[in-house]
């Protein structure tokens, strides 16, 4: 029954129509990011002229990811300043000038030289764009739902951008593939990008019937001034500090996506040079598409697995259990590396380990204030990049050529079970500080 009562409260959310248009422009959003995405590994991990190692992996998930990571702290006091409404809007336009550049680039032979880092050049800004907006829209996200349902909305939220992921990368491949039998390559590869400028300008379209101030903040808050961005990002993480519950969380979560990160790397290598060959890069990429679509829909139902558990459990004790049993799934492939234990590893450890992040969502919503809410949902997301590469860059350090080793995999299962025990020391005793933001916050729950 509780798991019920927990799938009628997630539903209900969708009640508040700021809600669902924050759904609406998230998925168009995310999807366009998928199809530029989708352009973009092709070309790197697929060519036979190029032969990606660990490193050149790690290197392209630091491309993707540091970017805002770095202009963050600069940018992160808009959020507190500007109606996260119009970023939004102003991200979607830019995003669509941009995709169409890419096309442009692209249909005219951008597969080299000064054109190559053109495009590169464009794909970054992109989805740098994309980490801004984010922010955004996570910042924003309190102002559309009651304040006894930010678990339900953070459970949903992060489901949003894997199943967006997984709708623009089909759609992207399945117009490549179509539009590669009838047209020509340049043509074909640049369709995908005209598909991406089409979901930006539908995400500004559905962002810009939000009102001015809907997603905060409102008139009258304290807004920091362009010669307080040290002193506003300083305020940032000094507010996330003494927030304990959502500091914790906060580094979880960082440690999760570590996690991810190395095997991510290890997936890719595994499928590229292990399991697959310059031969067959038609099936490898196959292959590889399922192994991220199943790892996704992982990601995608996690907030079915989250929800009932923390409105069951608390915050705490799914925390904790996600963290342990992300350990367990981690070991499937380490006792018989075949591909259904990938598959089968990927989709658990997709479950298990953005369900963490669903539970450190819902403590950084519920533990900030409004008033720097914008440049902590900045810090978080600049975290949970770096979290990525990170455990990118470990994988290029520590995997042979083709990705094949059994002691890492046993080592990513041991660093689940330590997060998951350090976890349990910070967090003893504190039961109903997790709870907070949820439906538990007045009536205990959970051990």
């Given at each position: 029954m509780w798991r019920v009562d927990a799938l009628r409260r997630l539903a209900q959310l969708l009640r508040h129509p700021a809600f669902r248009r924050l759904v609406a422009v998230r998925t168009l959003s995310q999807g366009g990011d998928a199809v530029v995405q989708v352009g973009m590994a092709a070309y790197i991990l697929f060519s036979p002229q190029t032969q990606p190692n660990a490193w050149a992996i790690a290197a392209v998930i630091a491309l993707v990811m540091l970017p805002f990571s770095v202009v963050g702290p600069f940018v992160s006091p808009i959020l507190d300043r500007f109606p996260r409404q119009r970023i939004v809007v102003v991200c979607d336009?830019?995003?669509l000038v941009l995709a169409i550049a890419s096309f442009v680039v692209v249909v005219s032979g951008g597969a080299a030289g000064s054109r190559q880092v053109l495009l590169f050049g464009l794909l970054l800004v992109i989805l740098g764009l994309n980490?801004?907006?984010?922010?955004?829209?996570?910042?924003g996200m309190p102002h559309t739902v009651a304040a006894n349902e930010y678990l339900e909305a953070a459970a949903i939220m992060p489901m949003v951008g894997p199943i967006s992921g997984m709708i623009g990368g089909l759609l992207a491949g399945g117009l490549r593939l179509a539009s590669g039998r009838l047209l020509s390559p340049a043509w074909a590869d640049s369709l995908v990008f005209a598909l991406a400028a089409v979901m930006f300008a539908a995400a500004a379209?559905?962002?810009?019937?939000?009102?001015?101030?809907?997603?905060?903040?409102?008139?009258?808050?304290?807004?920091?001034?362009?010669?307080?961005?040290w002193t506003g990002l300083s305020v940032g993480v000094r507010e996330l500090w003494h927030a304990r519950p959502a500091f914790v969380g906060v580094g979880m979560v960082f440690g999760a996506r570590i996690g991810y990160g190395v095997l991510m790397t290890m997936v890719i290598l595994l499928y590229r040079h292990y399991f697959g060959s310059d031969e067959n890069l038609e099936s490898v990429m196959v292959e590889m598409g399922v192994w991220f679509l199943v790892s996704g829909a992982g990601f995608a139902?996690?907030?079915l697995v989250a929800t009932p558990s923390a409105a069951r459990l608390g915050v705490r004790l799914t925390l904790l259990g996600s963290l342990a049993l992300a350990g367990l799934a981690q070991l499937i492939p380490a006792g018989?590396?075949?591909?259904?234990?990938?598959?089968g590893a990927g989709f658990l450890l997709g479950l298990f380990l953005q369900s963490v992040k669903i539970c450190g969502d819902t403590l950084t919503?519920?533990?900030?204030?409004?008033?720097?809410?914008?440049?902590?949902?900045?810090?978080?997301?600049?975290?949970?990049?770096?979290?990525?590469?990170?455990?990118?860059?470990?994988?290029?350090?520590?995997?042979p050529a083709d990705g094949n080793s059994w002691p890492t995999l046993v080592a990513l299962?041991?660093?689940?079970?330590?997060?998951?025990?350090?976890?349990?020391?910070?967090?003893?005793?504190?039961?109903?500080?997790?709870?907070?933001?949820?439906?538990?916050?007045?009536g205990g729950g959970g051990s």
């Open positions: 336009l830019i995003r980490r801004l907006q984010l922010a955004a829209l996570g910042a379209l559905v962002a810009a019937r939000f009102g001015g101030h809907r997603l905060g903040p409102h008139a009258g808050e304290i807004r920091s001034t362009w010669a307080d961005v139902l996690s907030g018989a590396l075949t591909r259904p234990a990938l598959l919503q519920a533990h900030i204030c409004d008033q720097v809410r914008g440049r902590v949902m900045v810090i978080y997301d600049i975290v949970n990049n770096l979290g990525l590469v990170v455990g990118a860059v470990v994988a290029a350090a520590t995997l299962a041991g660093w689940y079970f330590l997060l998951a025990a350090v976890f349990a020391l910070l967090s003893r005793g504190q039961t109903a500080s997790y709870n907070r933001g949820t439906v538990l916050a007045d």
